[in-house]
């Protein structure tokens, strides 16, 4: 009996043996198996939109750099960009596939950008094309331009060749620097979904005002804001920090205050937050921001006559983050005269805010929180401080000039 | 032609002559005793020992006693041949003393020349047998009895220090090829009564000595008991090495991982005499057994033990990490870069285009192409003479390594995965777990470019699986990390500082652990 029992032990492992080899070499298993040389790694997918309606689909694609070339070439990489057209954009890909010999694959996209026609004429089906299969990740960022997004990937800054990466590290400052949205596709998705409905993205645009600069480079700057799907209005980089103070979303940056004798003093912000506190009574919104920062002295520019000893006057301490208050309070409040006035449209997502804080009011305004928004009241309070000085604590020209 | 012919006739003709060497011995093994007279003994021991050159027969007087004879056998060159001369040819050749003529002549013998009641004896095969282990026998006439000499100086070299077990601080000295050196040098360092030796003989035609050792007050008496047993069940012809032992008493004979830890080291083998194991000791062979082993024991050097806790410990943790590298590096590389693209920083994946532009080989059989090389090398510079080695290393290594790369046959990235490869198996100290390792990485390469990470995974579930189900003489073979045991595992993933240790005790006091009733039967 136990023979047989061994016996069948042994046959069961042969089984497994055959079963494993048989299905290594023949079941699908190595189906989506590529040689990692003969794929197009897309690093930026633009999308604009020609004058027949038609979509224009440029990718910027990773190349491998030729031997034959010098050593610094190689190090530098190189991409190539390809231009398609289709009615769809899927379509337009598969035109592409006419002339481009290897699969190509989204995996490390870098941004997705997209040109201002397209923009107006609405995002849904980038958005929607990103997010249904996982070979895009659902963390692309989205930026719009003011032209046509071919020219954004075509462009070759001296320093990186490859655009994608500049745009890449641009976002990646501008998250804490917020003087420009940082939205990915997934967040589109859900702004487009949730009770505002209304997005913003940030703008990328060929520096071509600053004409000393030989050298072509990109600009990253301001927000553009959307309405579900269309692109409805612009916002500068000022406006979209005032946006983020009231997200409480500003990490790092500048801020240039002023004091009693117009002298100039420049802050570096090292924290922020916020807190919202909205109200609905009858029909009448009103929302409480409370705005906190912190700060250090960066620089104090100028000849100053007050006494700006810190160490033996601790009120200028007081007096500076009053000012500073100020400066914050003002920032945010272009940013609201923007969404109420300019805009109408609310860029502050306070209609999730509402409706997560106060459901049952929130429901009977629903509908008309579009013609309600440029009438909220919003009260912002700033509280911040000023945290350190600096190792100079008196300014060096007091000394020199006495 | 003719040369040819005769030749084969010739080899004929000593088959046909080994043949009735071999029927001599059987009848000649019906008798044992040992006969009066001396020339019978004499024929006897010839014919015993026919075609043998070495064997020296000589007879001499008795101490000068009315023309006594005796006859000295021993095979030349086994034993000194000044010692013979000295304390055997010139005290029996000598004058006898007159107070000694009322001792009759076995007792004169004895006392004379010193000679212990256990090395008297009666039965010719036994005295065969003493030849054979290289000491003098002397036959008196008119006695039945034959005397050995204990004058067995072993041929062997010096002791130095074993090139496989090299240590930057420690003890430097390492066994021998002979048992009695071995020994030795064991209770050099345990200097403890409870240190026991048990002598077992195996082999039929080379009759080999093996002495089990262990420290009977902390080793298990059922691990002791269980060694015992499997080594009288060896049915084997020669013991040329202790691996022959090893492979008979493995746990899991077929397993690719070592069951039975070996060292060169008299300080290891001390260390895991104190442990509770079981040292077995193979006469003629340097290398030292001891059971039952641990996964964990391959992985640590002795010199963990003769160096700050805490550098031991780092170095402990390195060697983790280079094992999970140099098992894994080659096929993580291959997932990623066959199947899962996604998974490599963007940067990356444009070195790794630019690397792979030209090559023509996929990158799994580039990854075999390269390791198999690499391999060969390996297997290839043991084998080369010490003044060559150098030369080839540098060819093979950078000269062959840069001229692939620059021909296109493979990547620099696979050059750069392969040398981290090789270069982390050499922080695995034991010699043993190599080749394991190398079983392992392969089955790794194959299995994730065919599946990707998701075979990767399957494998490293399989080879955990195996390792954890396998046990030797009792004992868990991954036991303190498998069984997780924090107190025990403190010598063995980290090394606690010693007094900690020896608080805690080393690990294999497991005297009221698990072992109990989970000894394996030995399957042969």
């Known amino acids: 009996m136990n023979r047989l029992k061994n016996h069948f032990k042994r046959f069961n492992i042969i089984l497994l043996v055959i079963t494993i080899f048989t299905s290594s070499f023949c079941l699908t298993g190595c189906f989506d198996k590529n040689e990692i040389e003969k794929l197009g790694f897309v690093v930026a997918l633009g999308i604009d939109l020609d004058n027949h309606n038609k979509i224009i689909v440029s990718l910027q694609i990773l190349e491998s750099s030729d031997k034959s070339q010098t050593e610094k070439d190689t190090k530098a990489g190189k991409s190539k960009v390809y231009i398609c057209t289709g009615n769809t954009i899927y379509d337009a890909l598969y035109n592409l596939s006419k002339g481009l010999s290897i699969p190509i694959k989204f995996s490390n996209e870098k941004c997705i950008i997209i040109g201002k026609k397209f923009a107006e004429a609405g995002i849904k089906p980038i958005i929607d094309f990103s997010l249904r299969f996982n070979d895009m990740r659902p963390t692309t960022p989205v930026l719009v331009t003011n032209g046509d997004a071919v020219d954004i990937l075509q462009m070759q800054a001296p320093e990186n060749p490859i655009s994608a990466f500049v745009i890449h590290d641009l976002i990646k400052r501008q998250k804490y620097l917020c003087l420009a949205s940082t939205t990915t596709n997934l967040d589109f998705a859900n702004n487009m979904k949730s009770e505002s409905s209304i997005s913003t993205c940030g703008i990328i645009n060929i520096d071509k005002e600053n004409k000393k600069n030989l050298n072509n480079s990109l600009i990253l700057s301001g927000s553009a804001v959307f309405r579900k799907d269309k692109l409805i209005g612009y916002m500068n980089a000022e406006e979209t920090r005032g946006m983020q103070w009231i997200k409480g979303k500003v990490k790092l940056g500048s801020l240039v205050i002023k004091t009693r004798d117009e002298n100039k003093i420049s802050l570096h912000i090292i924290k922020s937050n916020s807190s919202l506190k909205p109200s609905i009574i009858d029909k009448k919104v009103d929302i409480r921001v409370n705005i906190k920062a912190q700060s250090n002295i960066q620089e104090i520019s100028e000849h100053i006559s007050e006494d700006m000893n810190f160490n033996t006057n601790p009120d200028i301490i007081d007096r500076l983050s009053k000012e500073q208050d100020k400066a914050i309070y003002n920032e945010a409040n272009l940013a609201i005269n923007a969404a109420q006035d300019r805009l109408s449209a609310d860029i502050f997502d306070f209609g999730n805010l509402l409706y997560r804080e106060c459901p049952h009011e929130w429901n009977s305004i629903k509908g008309d929180w579009n013609k309600l928004f440029p009438y909220v009241n919003i009260e912002i309070g700033v509280s911040s401080e000023i945290k350190q000085t600096g190792i100079l604590s008196k300014p060096i020209t007091n000394e020199e000039g006495n | ?524």
């Open chain 2, 1 to 524: 032609m003719s040369n040819f012919i005769k030749k084969i006739i010739s080899s004929v003709n000593r088959n046909n002559n080994s043949e009735n060497i071999n029927n001599n011995q059987c009848q000649k093994k019906k008798r044992t005793s040992i006969s009066k007279s001396i020339e019978e003994n004499r024929q006897y021991i010839e014919s015993y020992f026919s075609y043998c050159f070495d064997l020296v027969m000589r007879e001499i007087s008795f101490f000068n006693i009315n023309g006594k004879k005796t006859l000295v056998v021993y095979l030349e060159g086994l034993s000194e041949k000044k010692l013979i001369e000295d304390f055997l040819i010139s005290k029996l050749t000598s004058e006898i003393n007159v107070n000694n003529m009322s001792l009759n002549e076995e007792e004169l013998l004895k006392y004379r020349l010193g000679i212990k009641d256990t090395e008297i004896y009666e039965d010719i095969e036994k005295s065969i047998e003493a030849i054979l282990s290289g000491n003098p026998v002397v036959f008196v006439n008119d006695l039945e009895k034959s005397f050995e000499i204990n004058l067995n100086t072993s041929l062997g070299r010096q002791i130095d220090e074993p090139s496989t077990e090299v240590v930057t601080r420690g003890p430097r000295e390492g066994f021998t090829e002979s048992l009695i050196t071995n020994i030795n040098l064991i209770r050099k360092k345990i200097k403890n009564s409870n240190l026991k030796m048990e002598k077992f003989k195996v082999g039929k035609e080379t009759n080999t000595n093996v002495v089990i050792s262990y420290l009977s007050s902390v080793a298990d008496k059922k691990i002791v008991n269980e060694v015992k047993e499997r080594l009288k069940n060896i049915d084997i012809e020669s013991v040329l090495d202790s691996n022959y032992i090893e492979e008979y008493i493995s746990d899991a004979p077929l397993s690719i991982f070592p069951l039975v830890f070996r060292t060169e080291k008299p300080d290891i083998a001390a260390a895991k005499i104190l442990e509770g194991r079981i040292i077995i000791i193979v006469d003629g062979s340097p290398v030292v057994l001891s059971a039952p082993a641990l996964f964990v024991e391959f992985l640590q050097s002795g010199e963990d033990y003769y160096i700050r806790f805490s550098s031991a410990t780092l170095n402990r943790c390195i060697r983790f990490i280079s094992l999970i590298i140099t098992i894994t590096l080659p096929s993580i590389y291959i997932a990623l870069v066959t199947f899962h693209q996604e998974l490599i920083p963007t940067k990356l994946i444009l070195s790794v285009i630019s690397a792979r532009a030209n090559v023509p080989l996929p990158a799994m059989w580039e990854s075999i192409f390269m390791l198999t090389a690499f391999e060969i090398m390996r297997e290839a510079g043991i084998r080369m003479p010490k003044s060559f080695g150098q030369a080839i290393s540098i060819v093979g290594g950078l000269v062959l390594g840069d001229a692939a790369v620059k021909a296109g046959i493979v990547g620099t990235p696979m050059v750069v995965i392969v040398a981290l490869t090789a270069i982390t198996k050499f922080t695995i100290p034991s010699v043993e777990l190599e080749l394991p390792i190398v079983y392992i990485r392969f089955f790794f390469l194959l299995l994730s470019g065919f599946l990707g990470l998701t075979g990767l995974t399957c494998g490293i579930l399989l080879v955990s699986m195996r390792l954890v189900s396998i046990r030797s003489f009792g004992v868990p073979y991954m036991f303190p990390i498998c069984p997780f045991s924090i107190s025990l595992g403190e010598d063995e993933i980290i090394r606690a500082p010693m007094w900690k240790l020896n608080k805690t005790q080393r690990l294999l006091k497991l005297k009221n652990n698990f072992i109990s009733n989970r000894i394996h039967k030995h399957s042969r």
